[in-house]
């Protein structure tokens, strides 16, 4: 089952949907963003993005630096909003999708991106969201884990973590309990009352990752999360990462630009360059079968 859908996403910035015509129209006839800057001005994010991202899996984006990762897991959340295209979200998912679980996980490992689902009947359209509409969105279907921790400094570590329940306007009570819940489940459970300088890079992130679980979001953001911690302590996030995951059974969305991270935690892998998606499927399936040049070396420098 499709949990996220992006239709002909495409993102040109800086440009009015008129203005980003011409640069669109090179797109069209194969010019790569480089030369559409060059001869436009405008600077390409993404281009003609199709995606299906199913309910409970965790679902890597990969390219190299500039490739438009950060703009496509914008999207979701709707940080950016794209030049065109639509992006359909299955908000009934919000309440029940742990019941999916088995299935999900099944069918993500099972199925090739080339498969293309049918929009659930209950998938809204994100981008026709009204302000309030789209505060709800982001409150109850969405949270982001930043690369730089994006913790609130002047906040305790409980504080930071149960941010988004009080945002949501949860008892003081109700709304701690569940920040150390979150907080033990990360191995941070002493901490508390520390504030954010206080603590280690890693366990900052761990912070960062309390946060977005507190909220019980079916949707997890995760933009390049592990990258700024050393290798050791990566390693260590990204093991508690797949052992909450086997629990949770979020939606995850995980830009990184390291491939052995990708096939590590990846369920599948979407490979962008230049804004555009170049291939889409199993870290096997790209071994086996990679789309293009760009897709084999990043499978071949695996170590
Ligand atoms: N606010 C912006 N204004 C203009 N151009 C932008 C903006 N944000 C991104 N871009 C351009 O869009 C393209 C994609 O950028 P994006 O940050 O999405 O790539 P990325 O793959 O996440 O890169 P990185 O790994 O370095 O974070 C790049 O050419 C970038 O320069």
Redesign the pocket.
């Known amino acids: 089952m499709n949990h996220i859908q992006l239709k002909n996403i495409s993102k040109i ?2 440009a009015s949907s008129t203005q980003a015509q011409s640069a669109l129209a090179l797109l069209a006839e194969g010019m790569d ?1 480089i030369k559409v800057k060059e001869q436009t001005g405008y ?3 993404l281009y003609d993005i199709n995606l299906d991202i199913k309910a409970g899996e965790l679902h890597c984006i990969m ?1 190299l ?7 496509l897991i914008r999207h979701i959340n709707r940080l950016i909003d794209p030049t065109s295209g639509e992006i359909w979200v299955d908000t009934a998912l919000n309440r029940d999708h742990a019941t999916h679980k088995m299935a999900d996980r099944q069918s993500a490992t099972d199925n090739t991106s080339t498969v293309v689902e049918e929009r659930s009947a209950t998938a809204i359209n994100i981008l026709a969201l009204n302000d309030k509409q789209l505060q709800h969105y982001r409150q109850q279907t969405v949270s982001m884990v930043f690369q730089h921790f994006g913790l609130v400094p002047h906040m305790t570590v409980m504080q930071n973590v149960a941010y988004g329940l009080r945002v949501r306007k949860m008892s003081t009570k109700d709304r701690h309990e569940i920040a150390r819940y979150w907080l033990n489940e990360v191995g941070l459970s002493n901490l508390e009352n520390s504030y954010p300088d206080e603590l280690s890079g890693g366990m900052q992130q761990r912070v960062g990752l309390a946060r977005a679980l507190a909220t019980d979001n079916p949707i997890l953001l995760m933009d390049e999360a592990f990258s700024a911690l050393d290798p050791l302590i990566r390693a260590q996030l990204q093991d508690q990462l797949l052992e909450l995951q086997d629990r949770l059974n979020k939606t995850i969305v995980f830009i990184t ?1 390291d491939i052995d991270e990708a096939v590590k935690v990846g369920q599948r892998i979407s490979m ?1 360059n230049g ?1 555009r998606l170049i291939q889409t499927g199993t870290p096997s399936e790209l071994r086996h079968n990679p789309a293009d040049d760009y897709v084999e070396q990043f499978m071949s420098a695996k170590s």
């Open positions: 910035y800086n963003s600077s390409v994010g390219g630096s500039g490739s438009g990762k950060s703009t630009h962008l804004g």
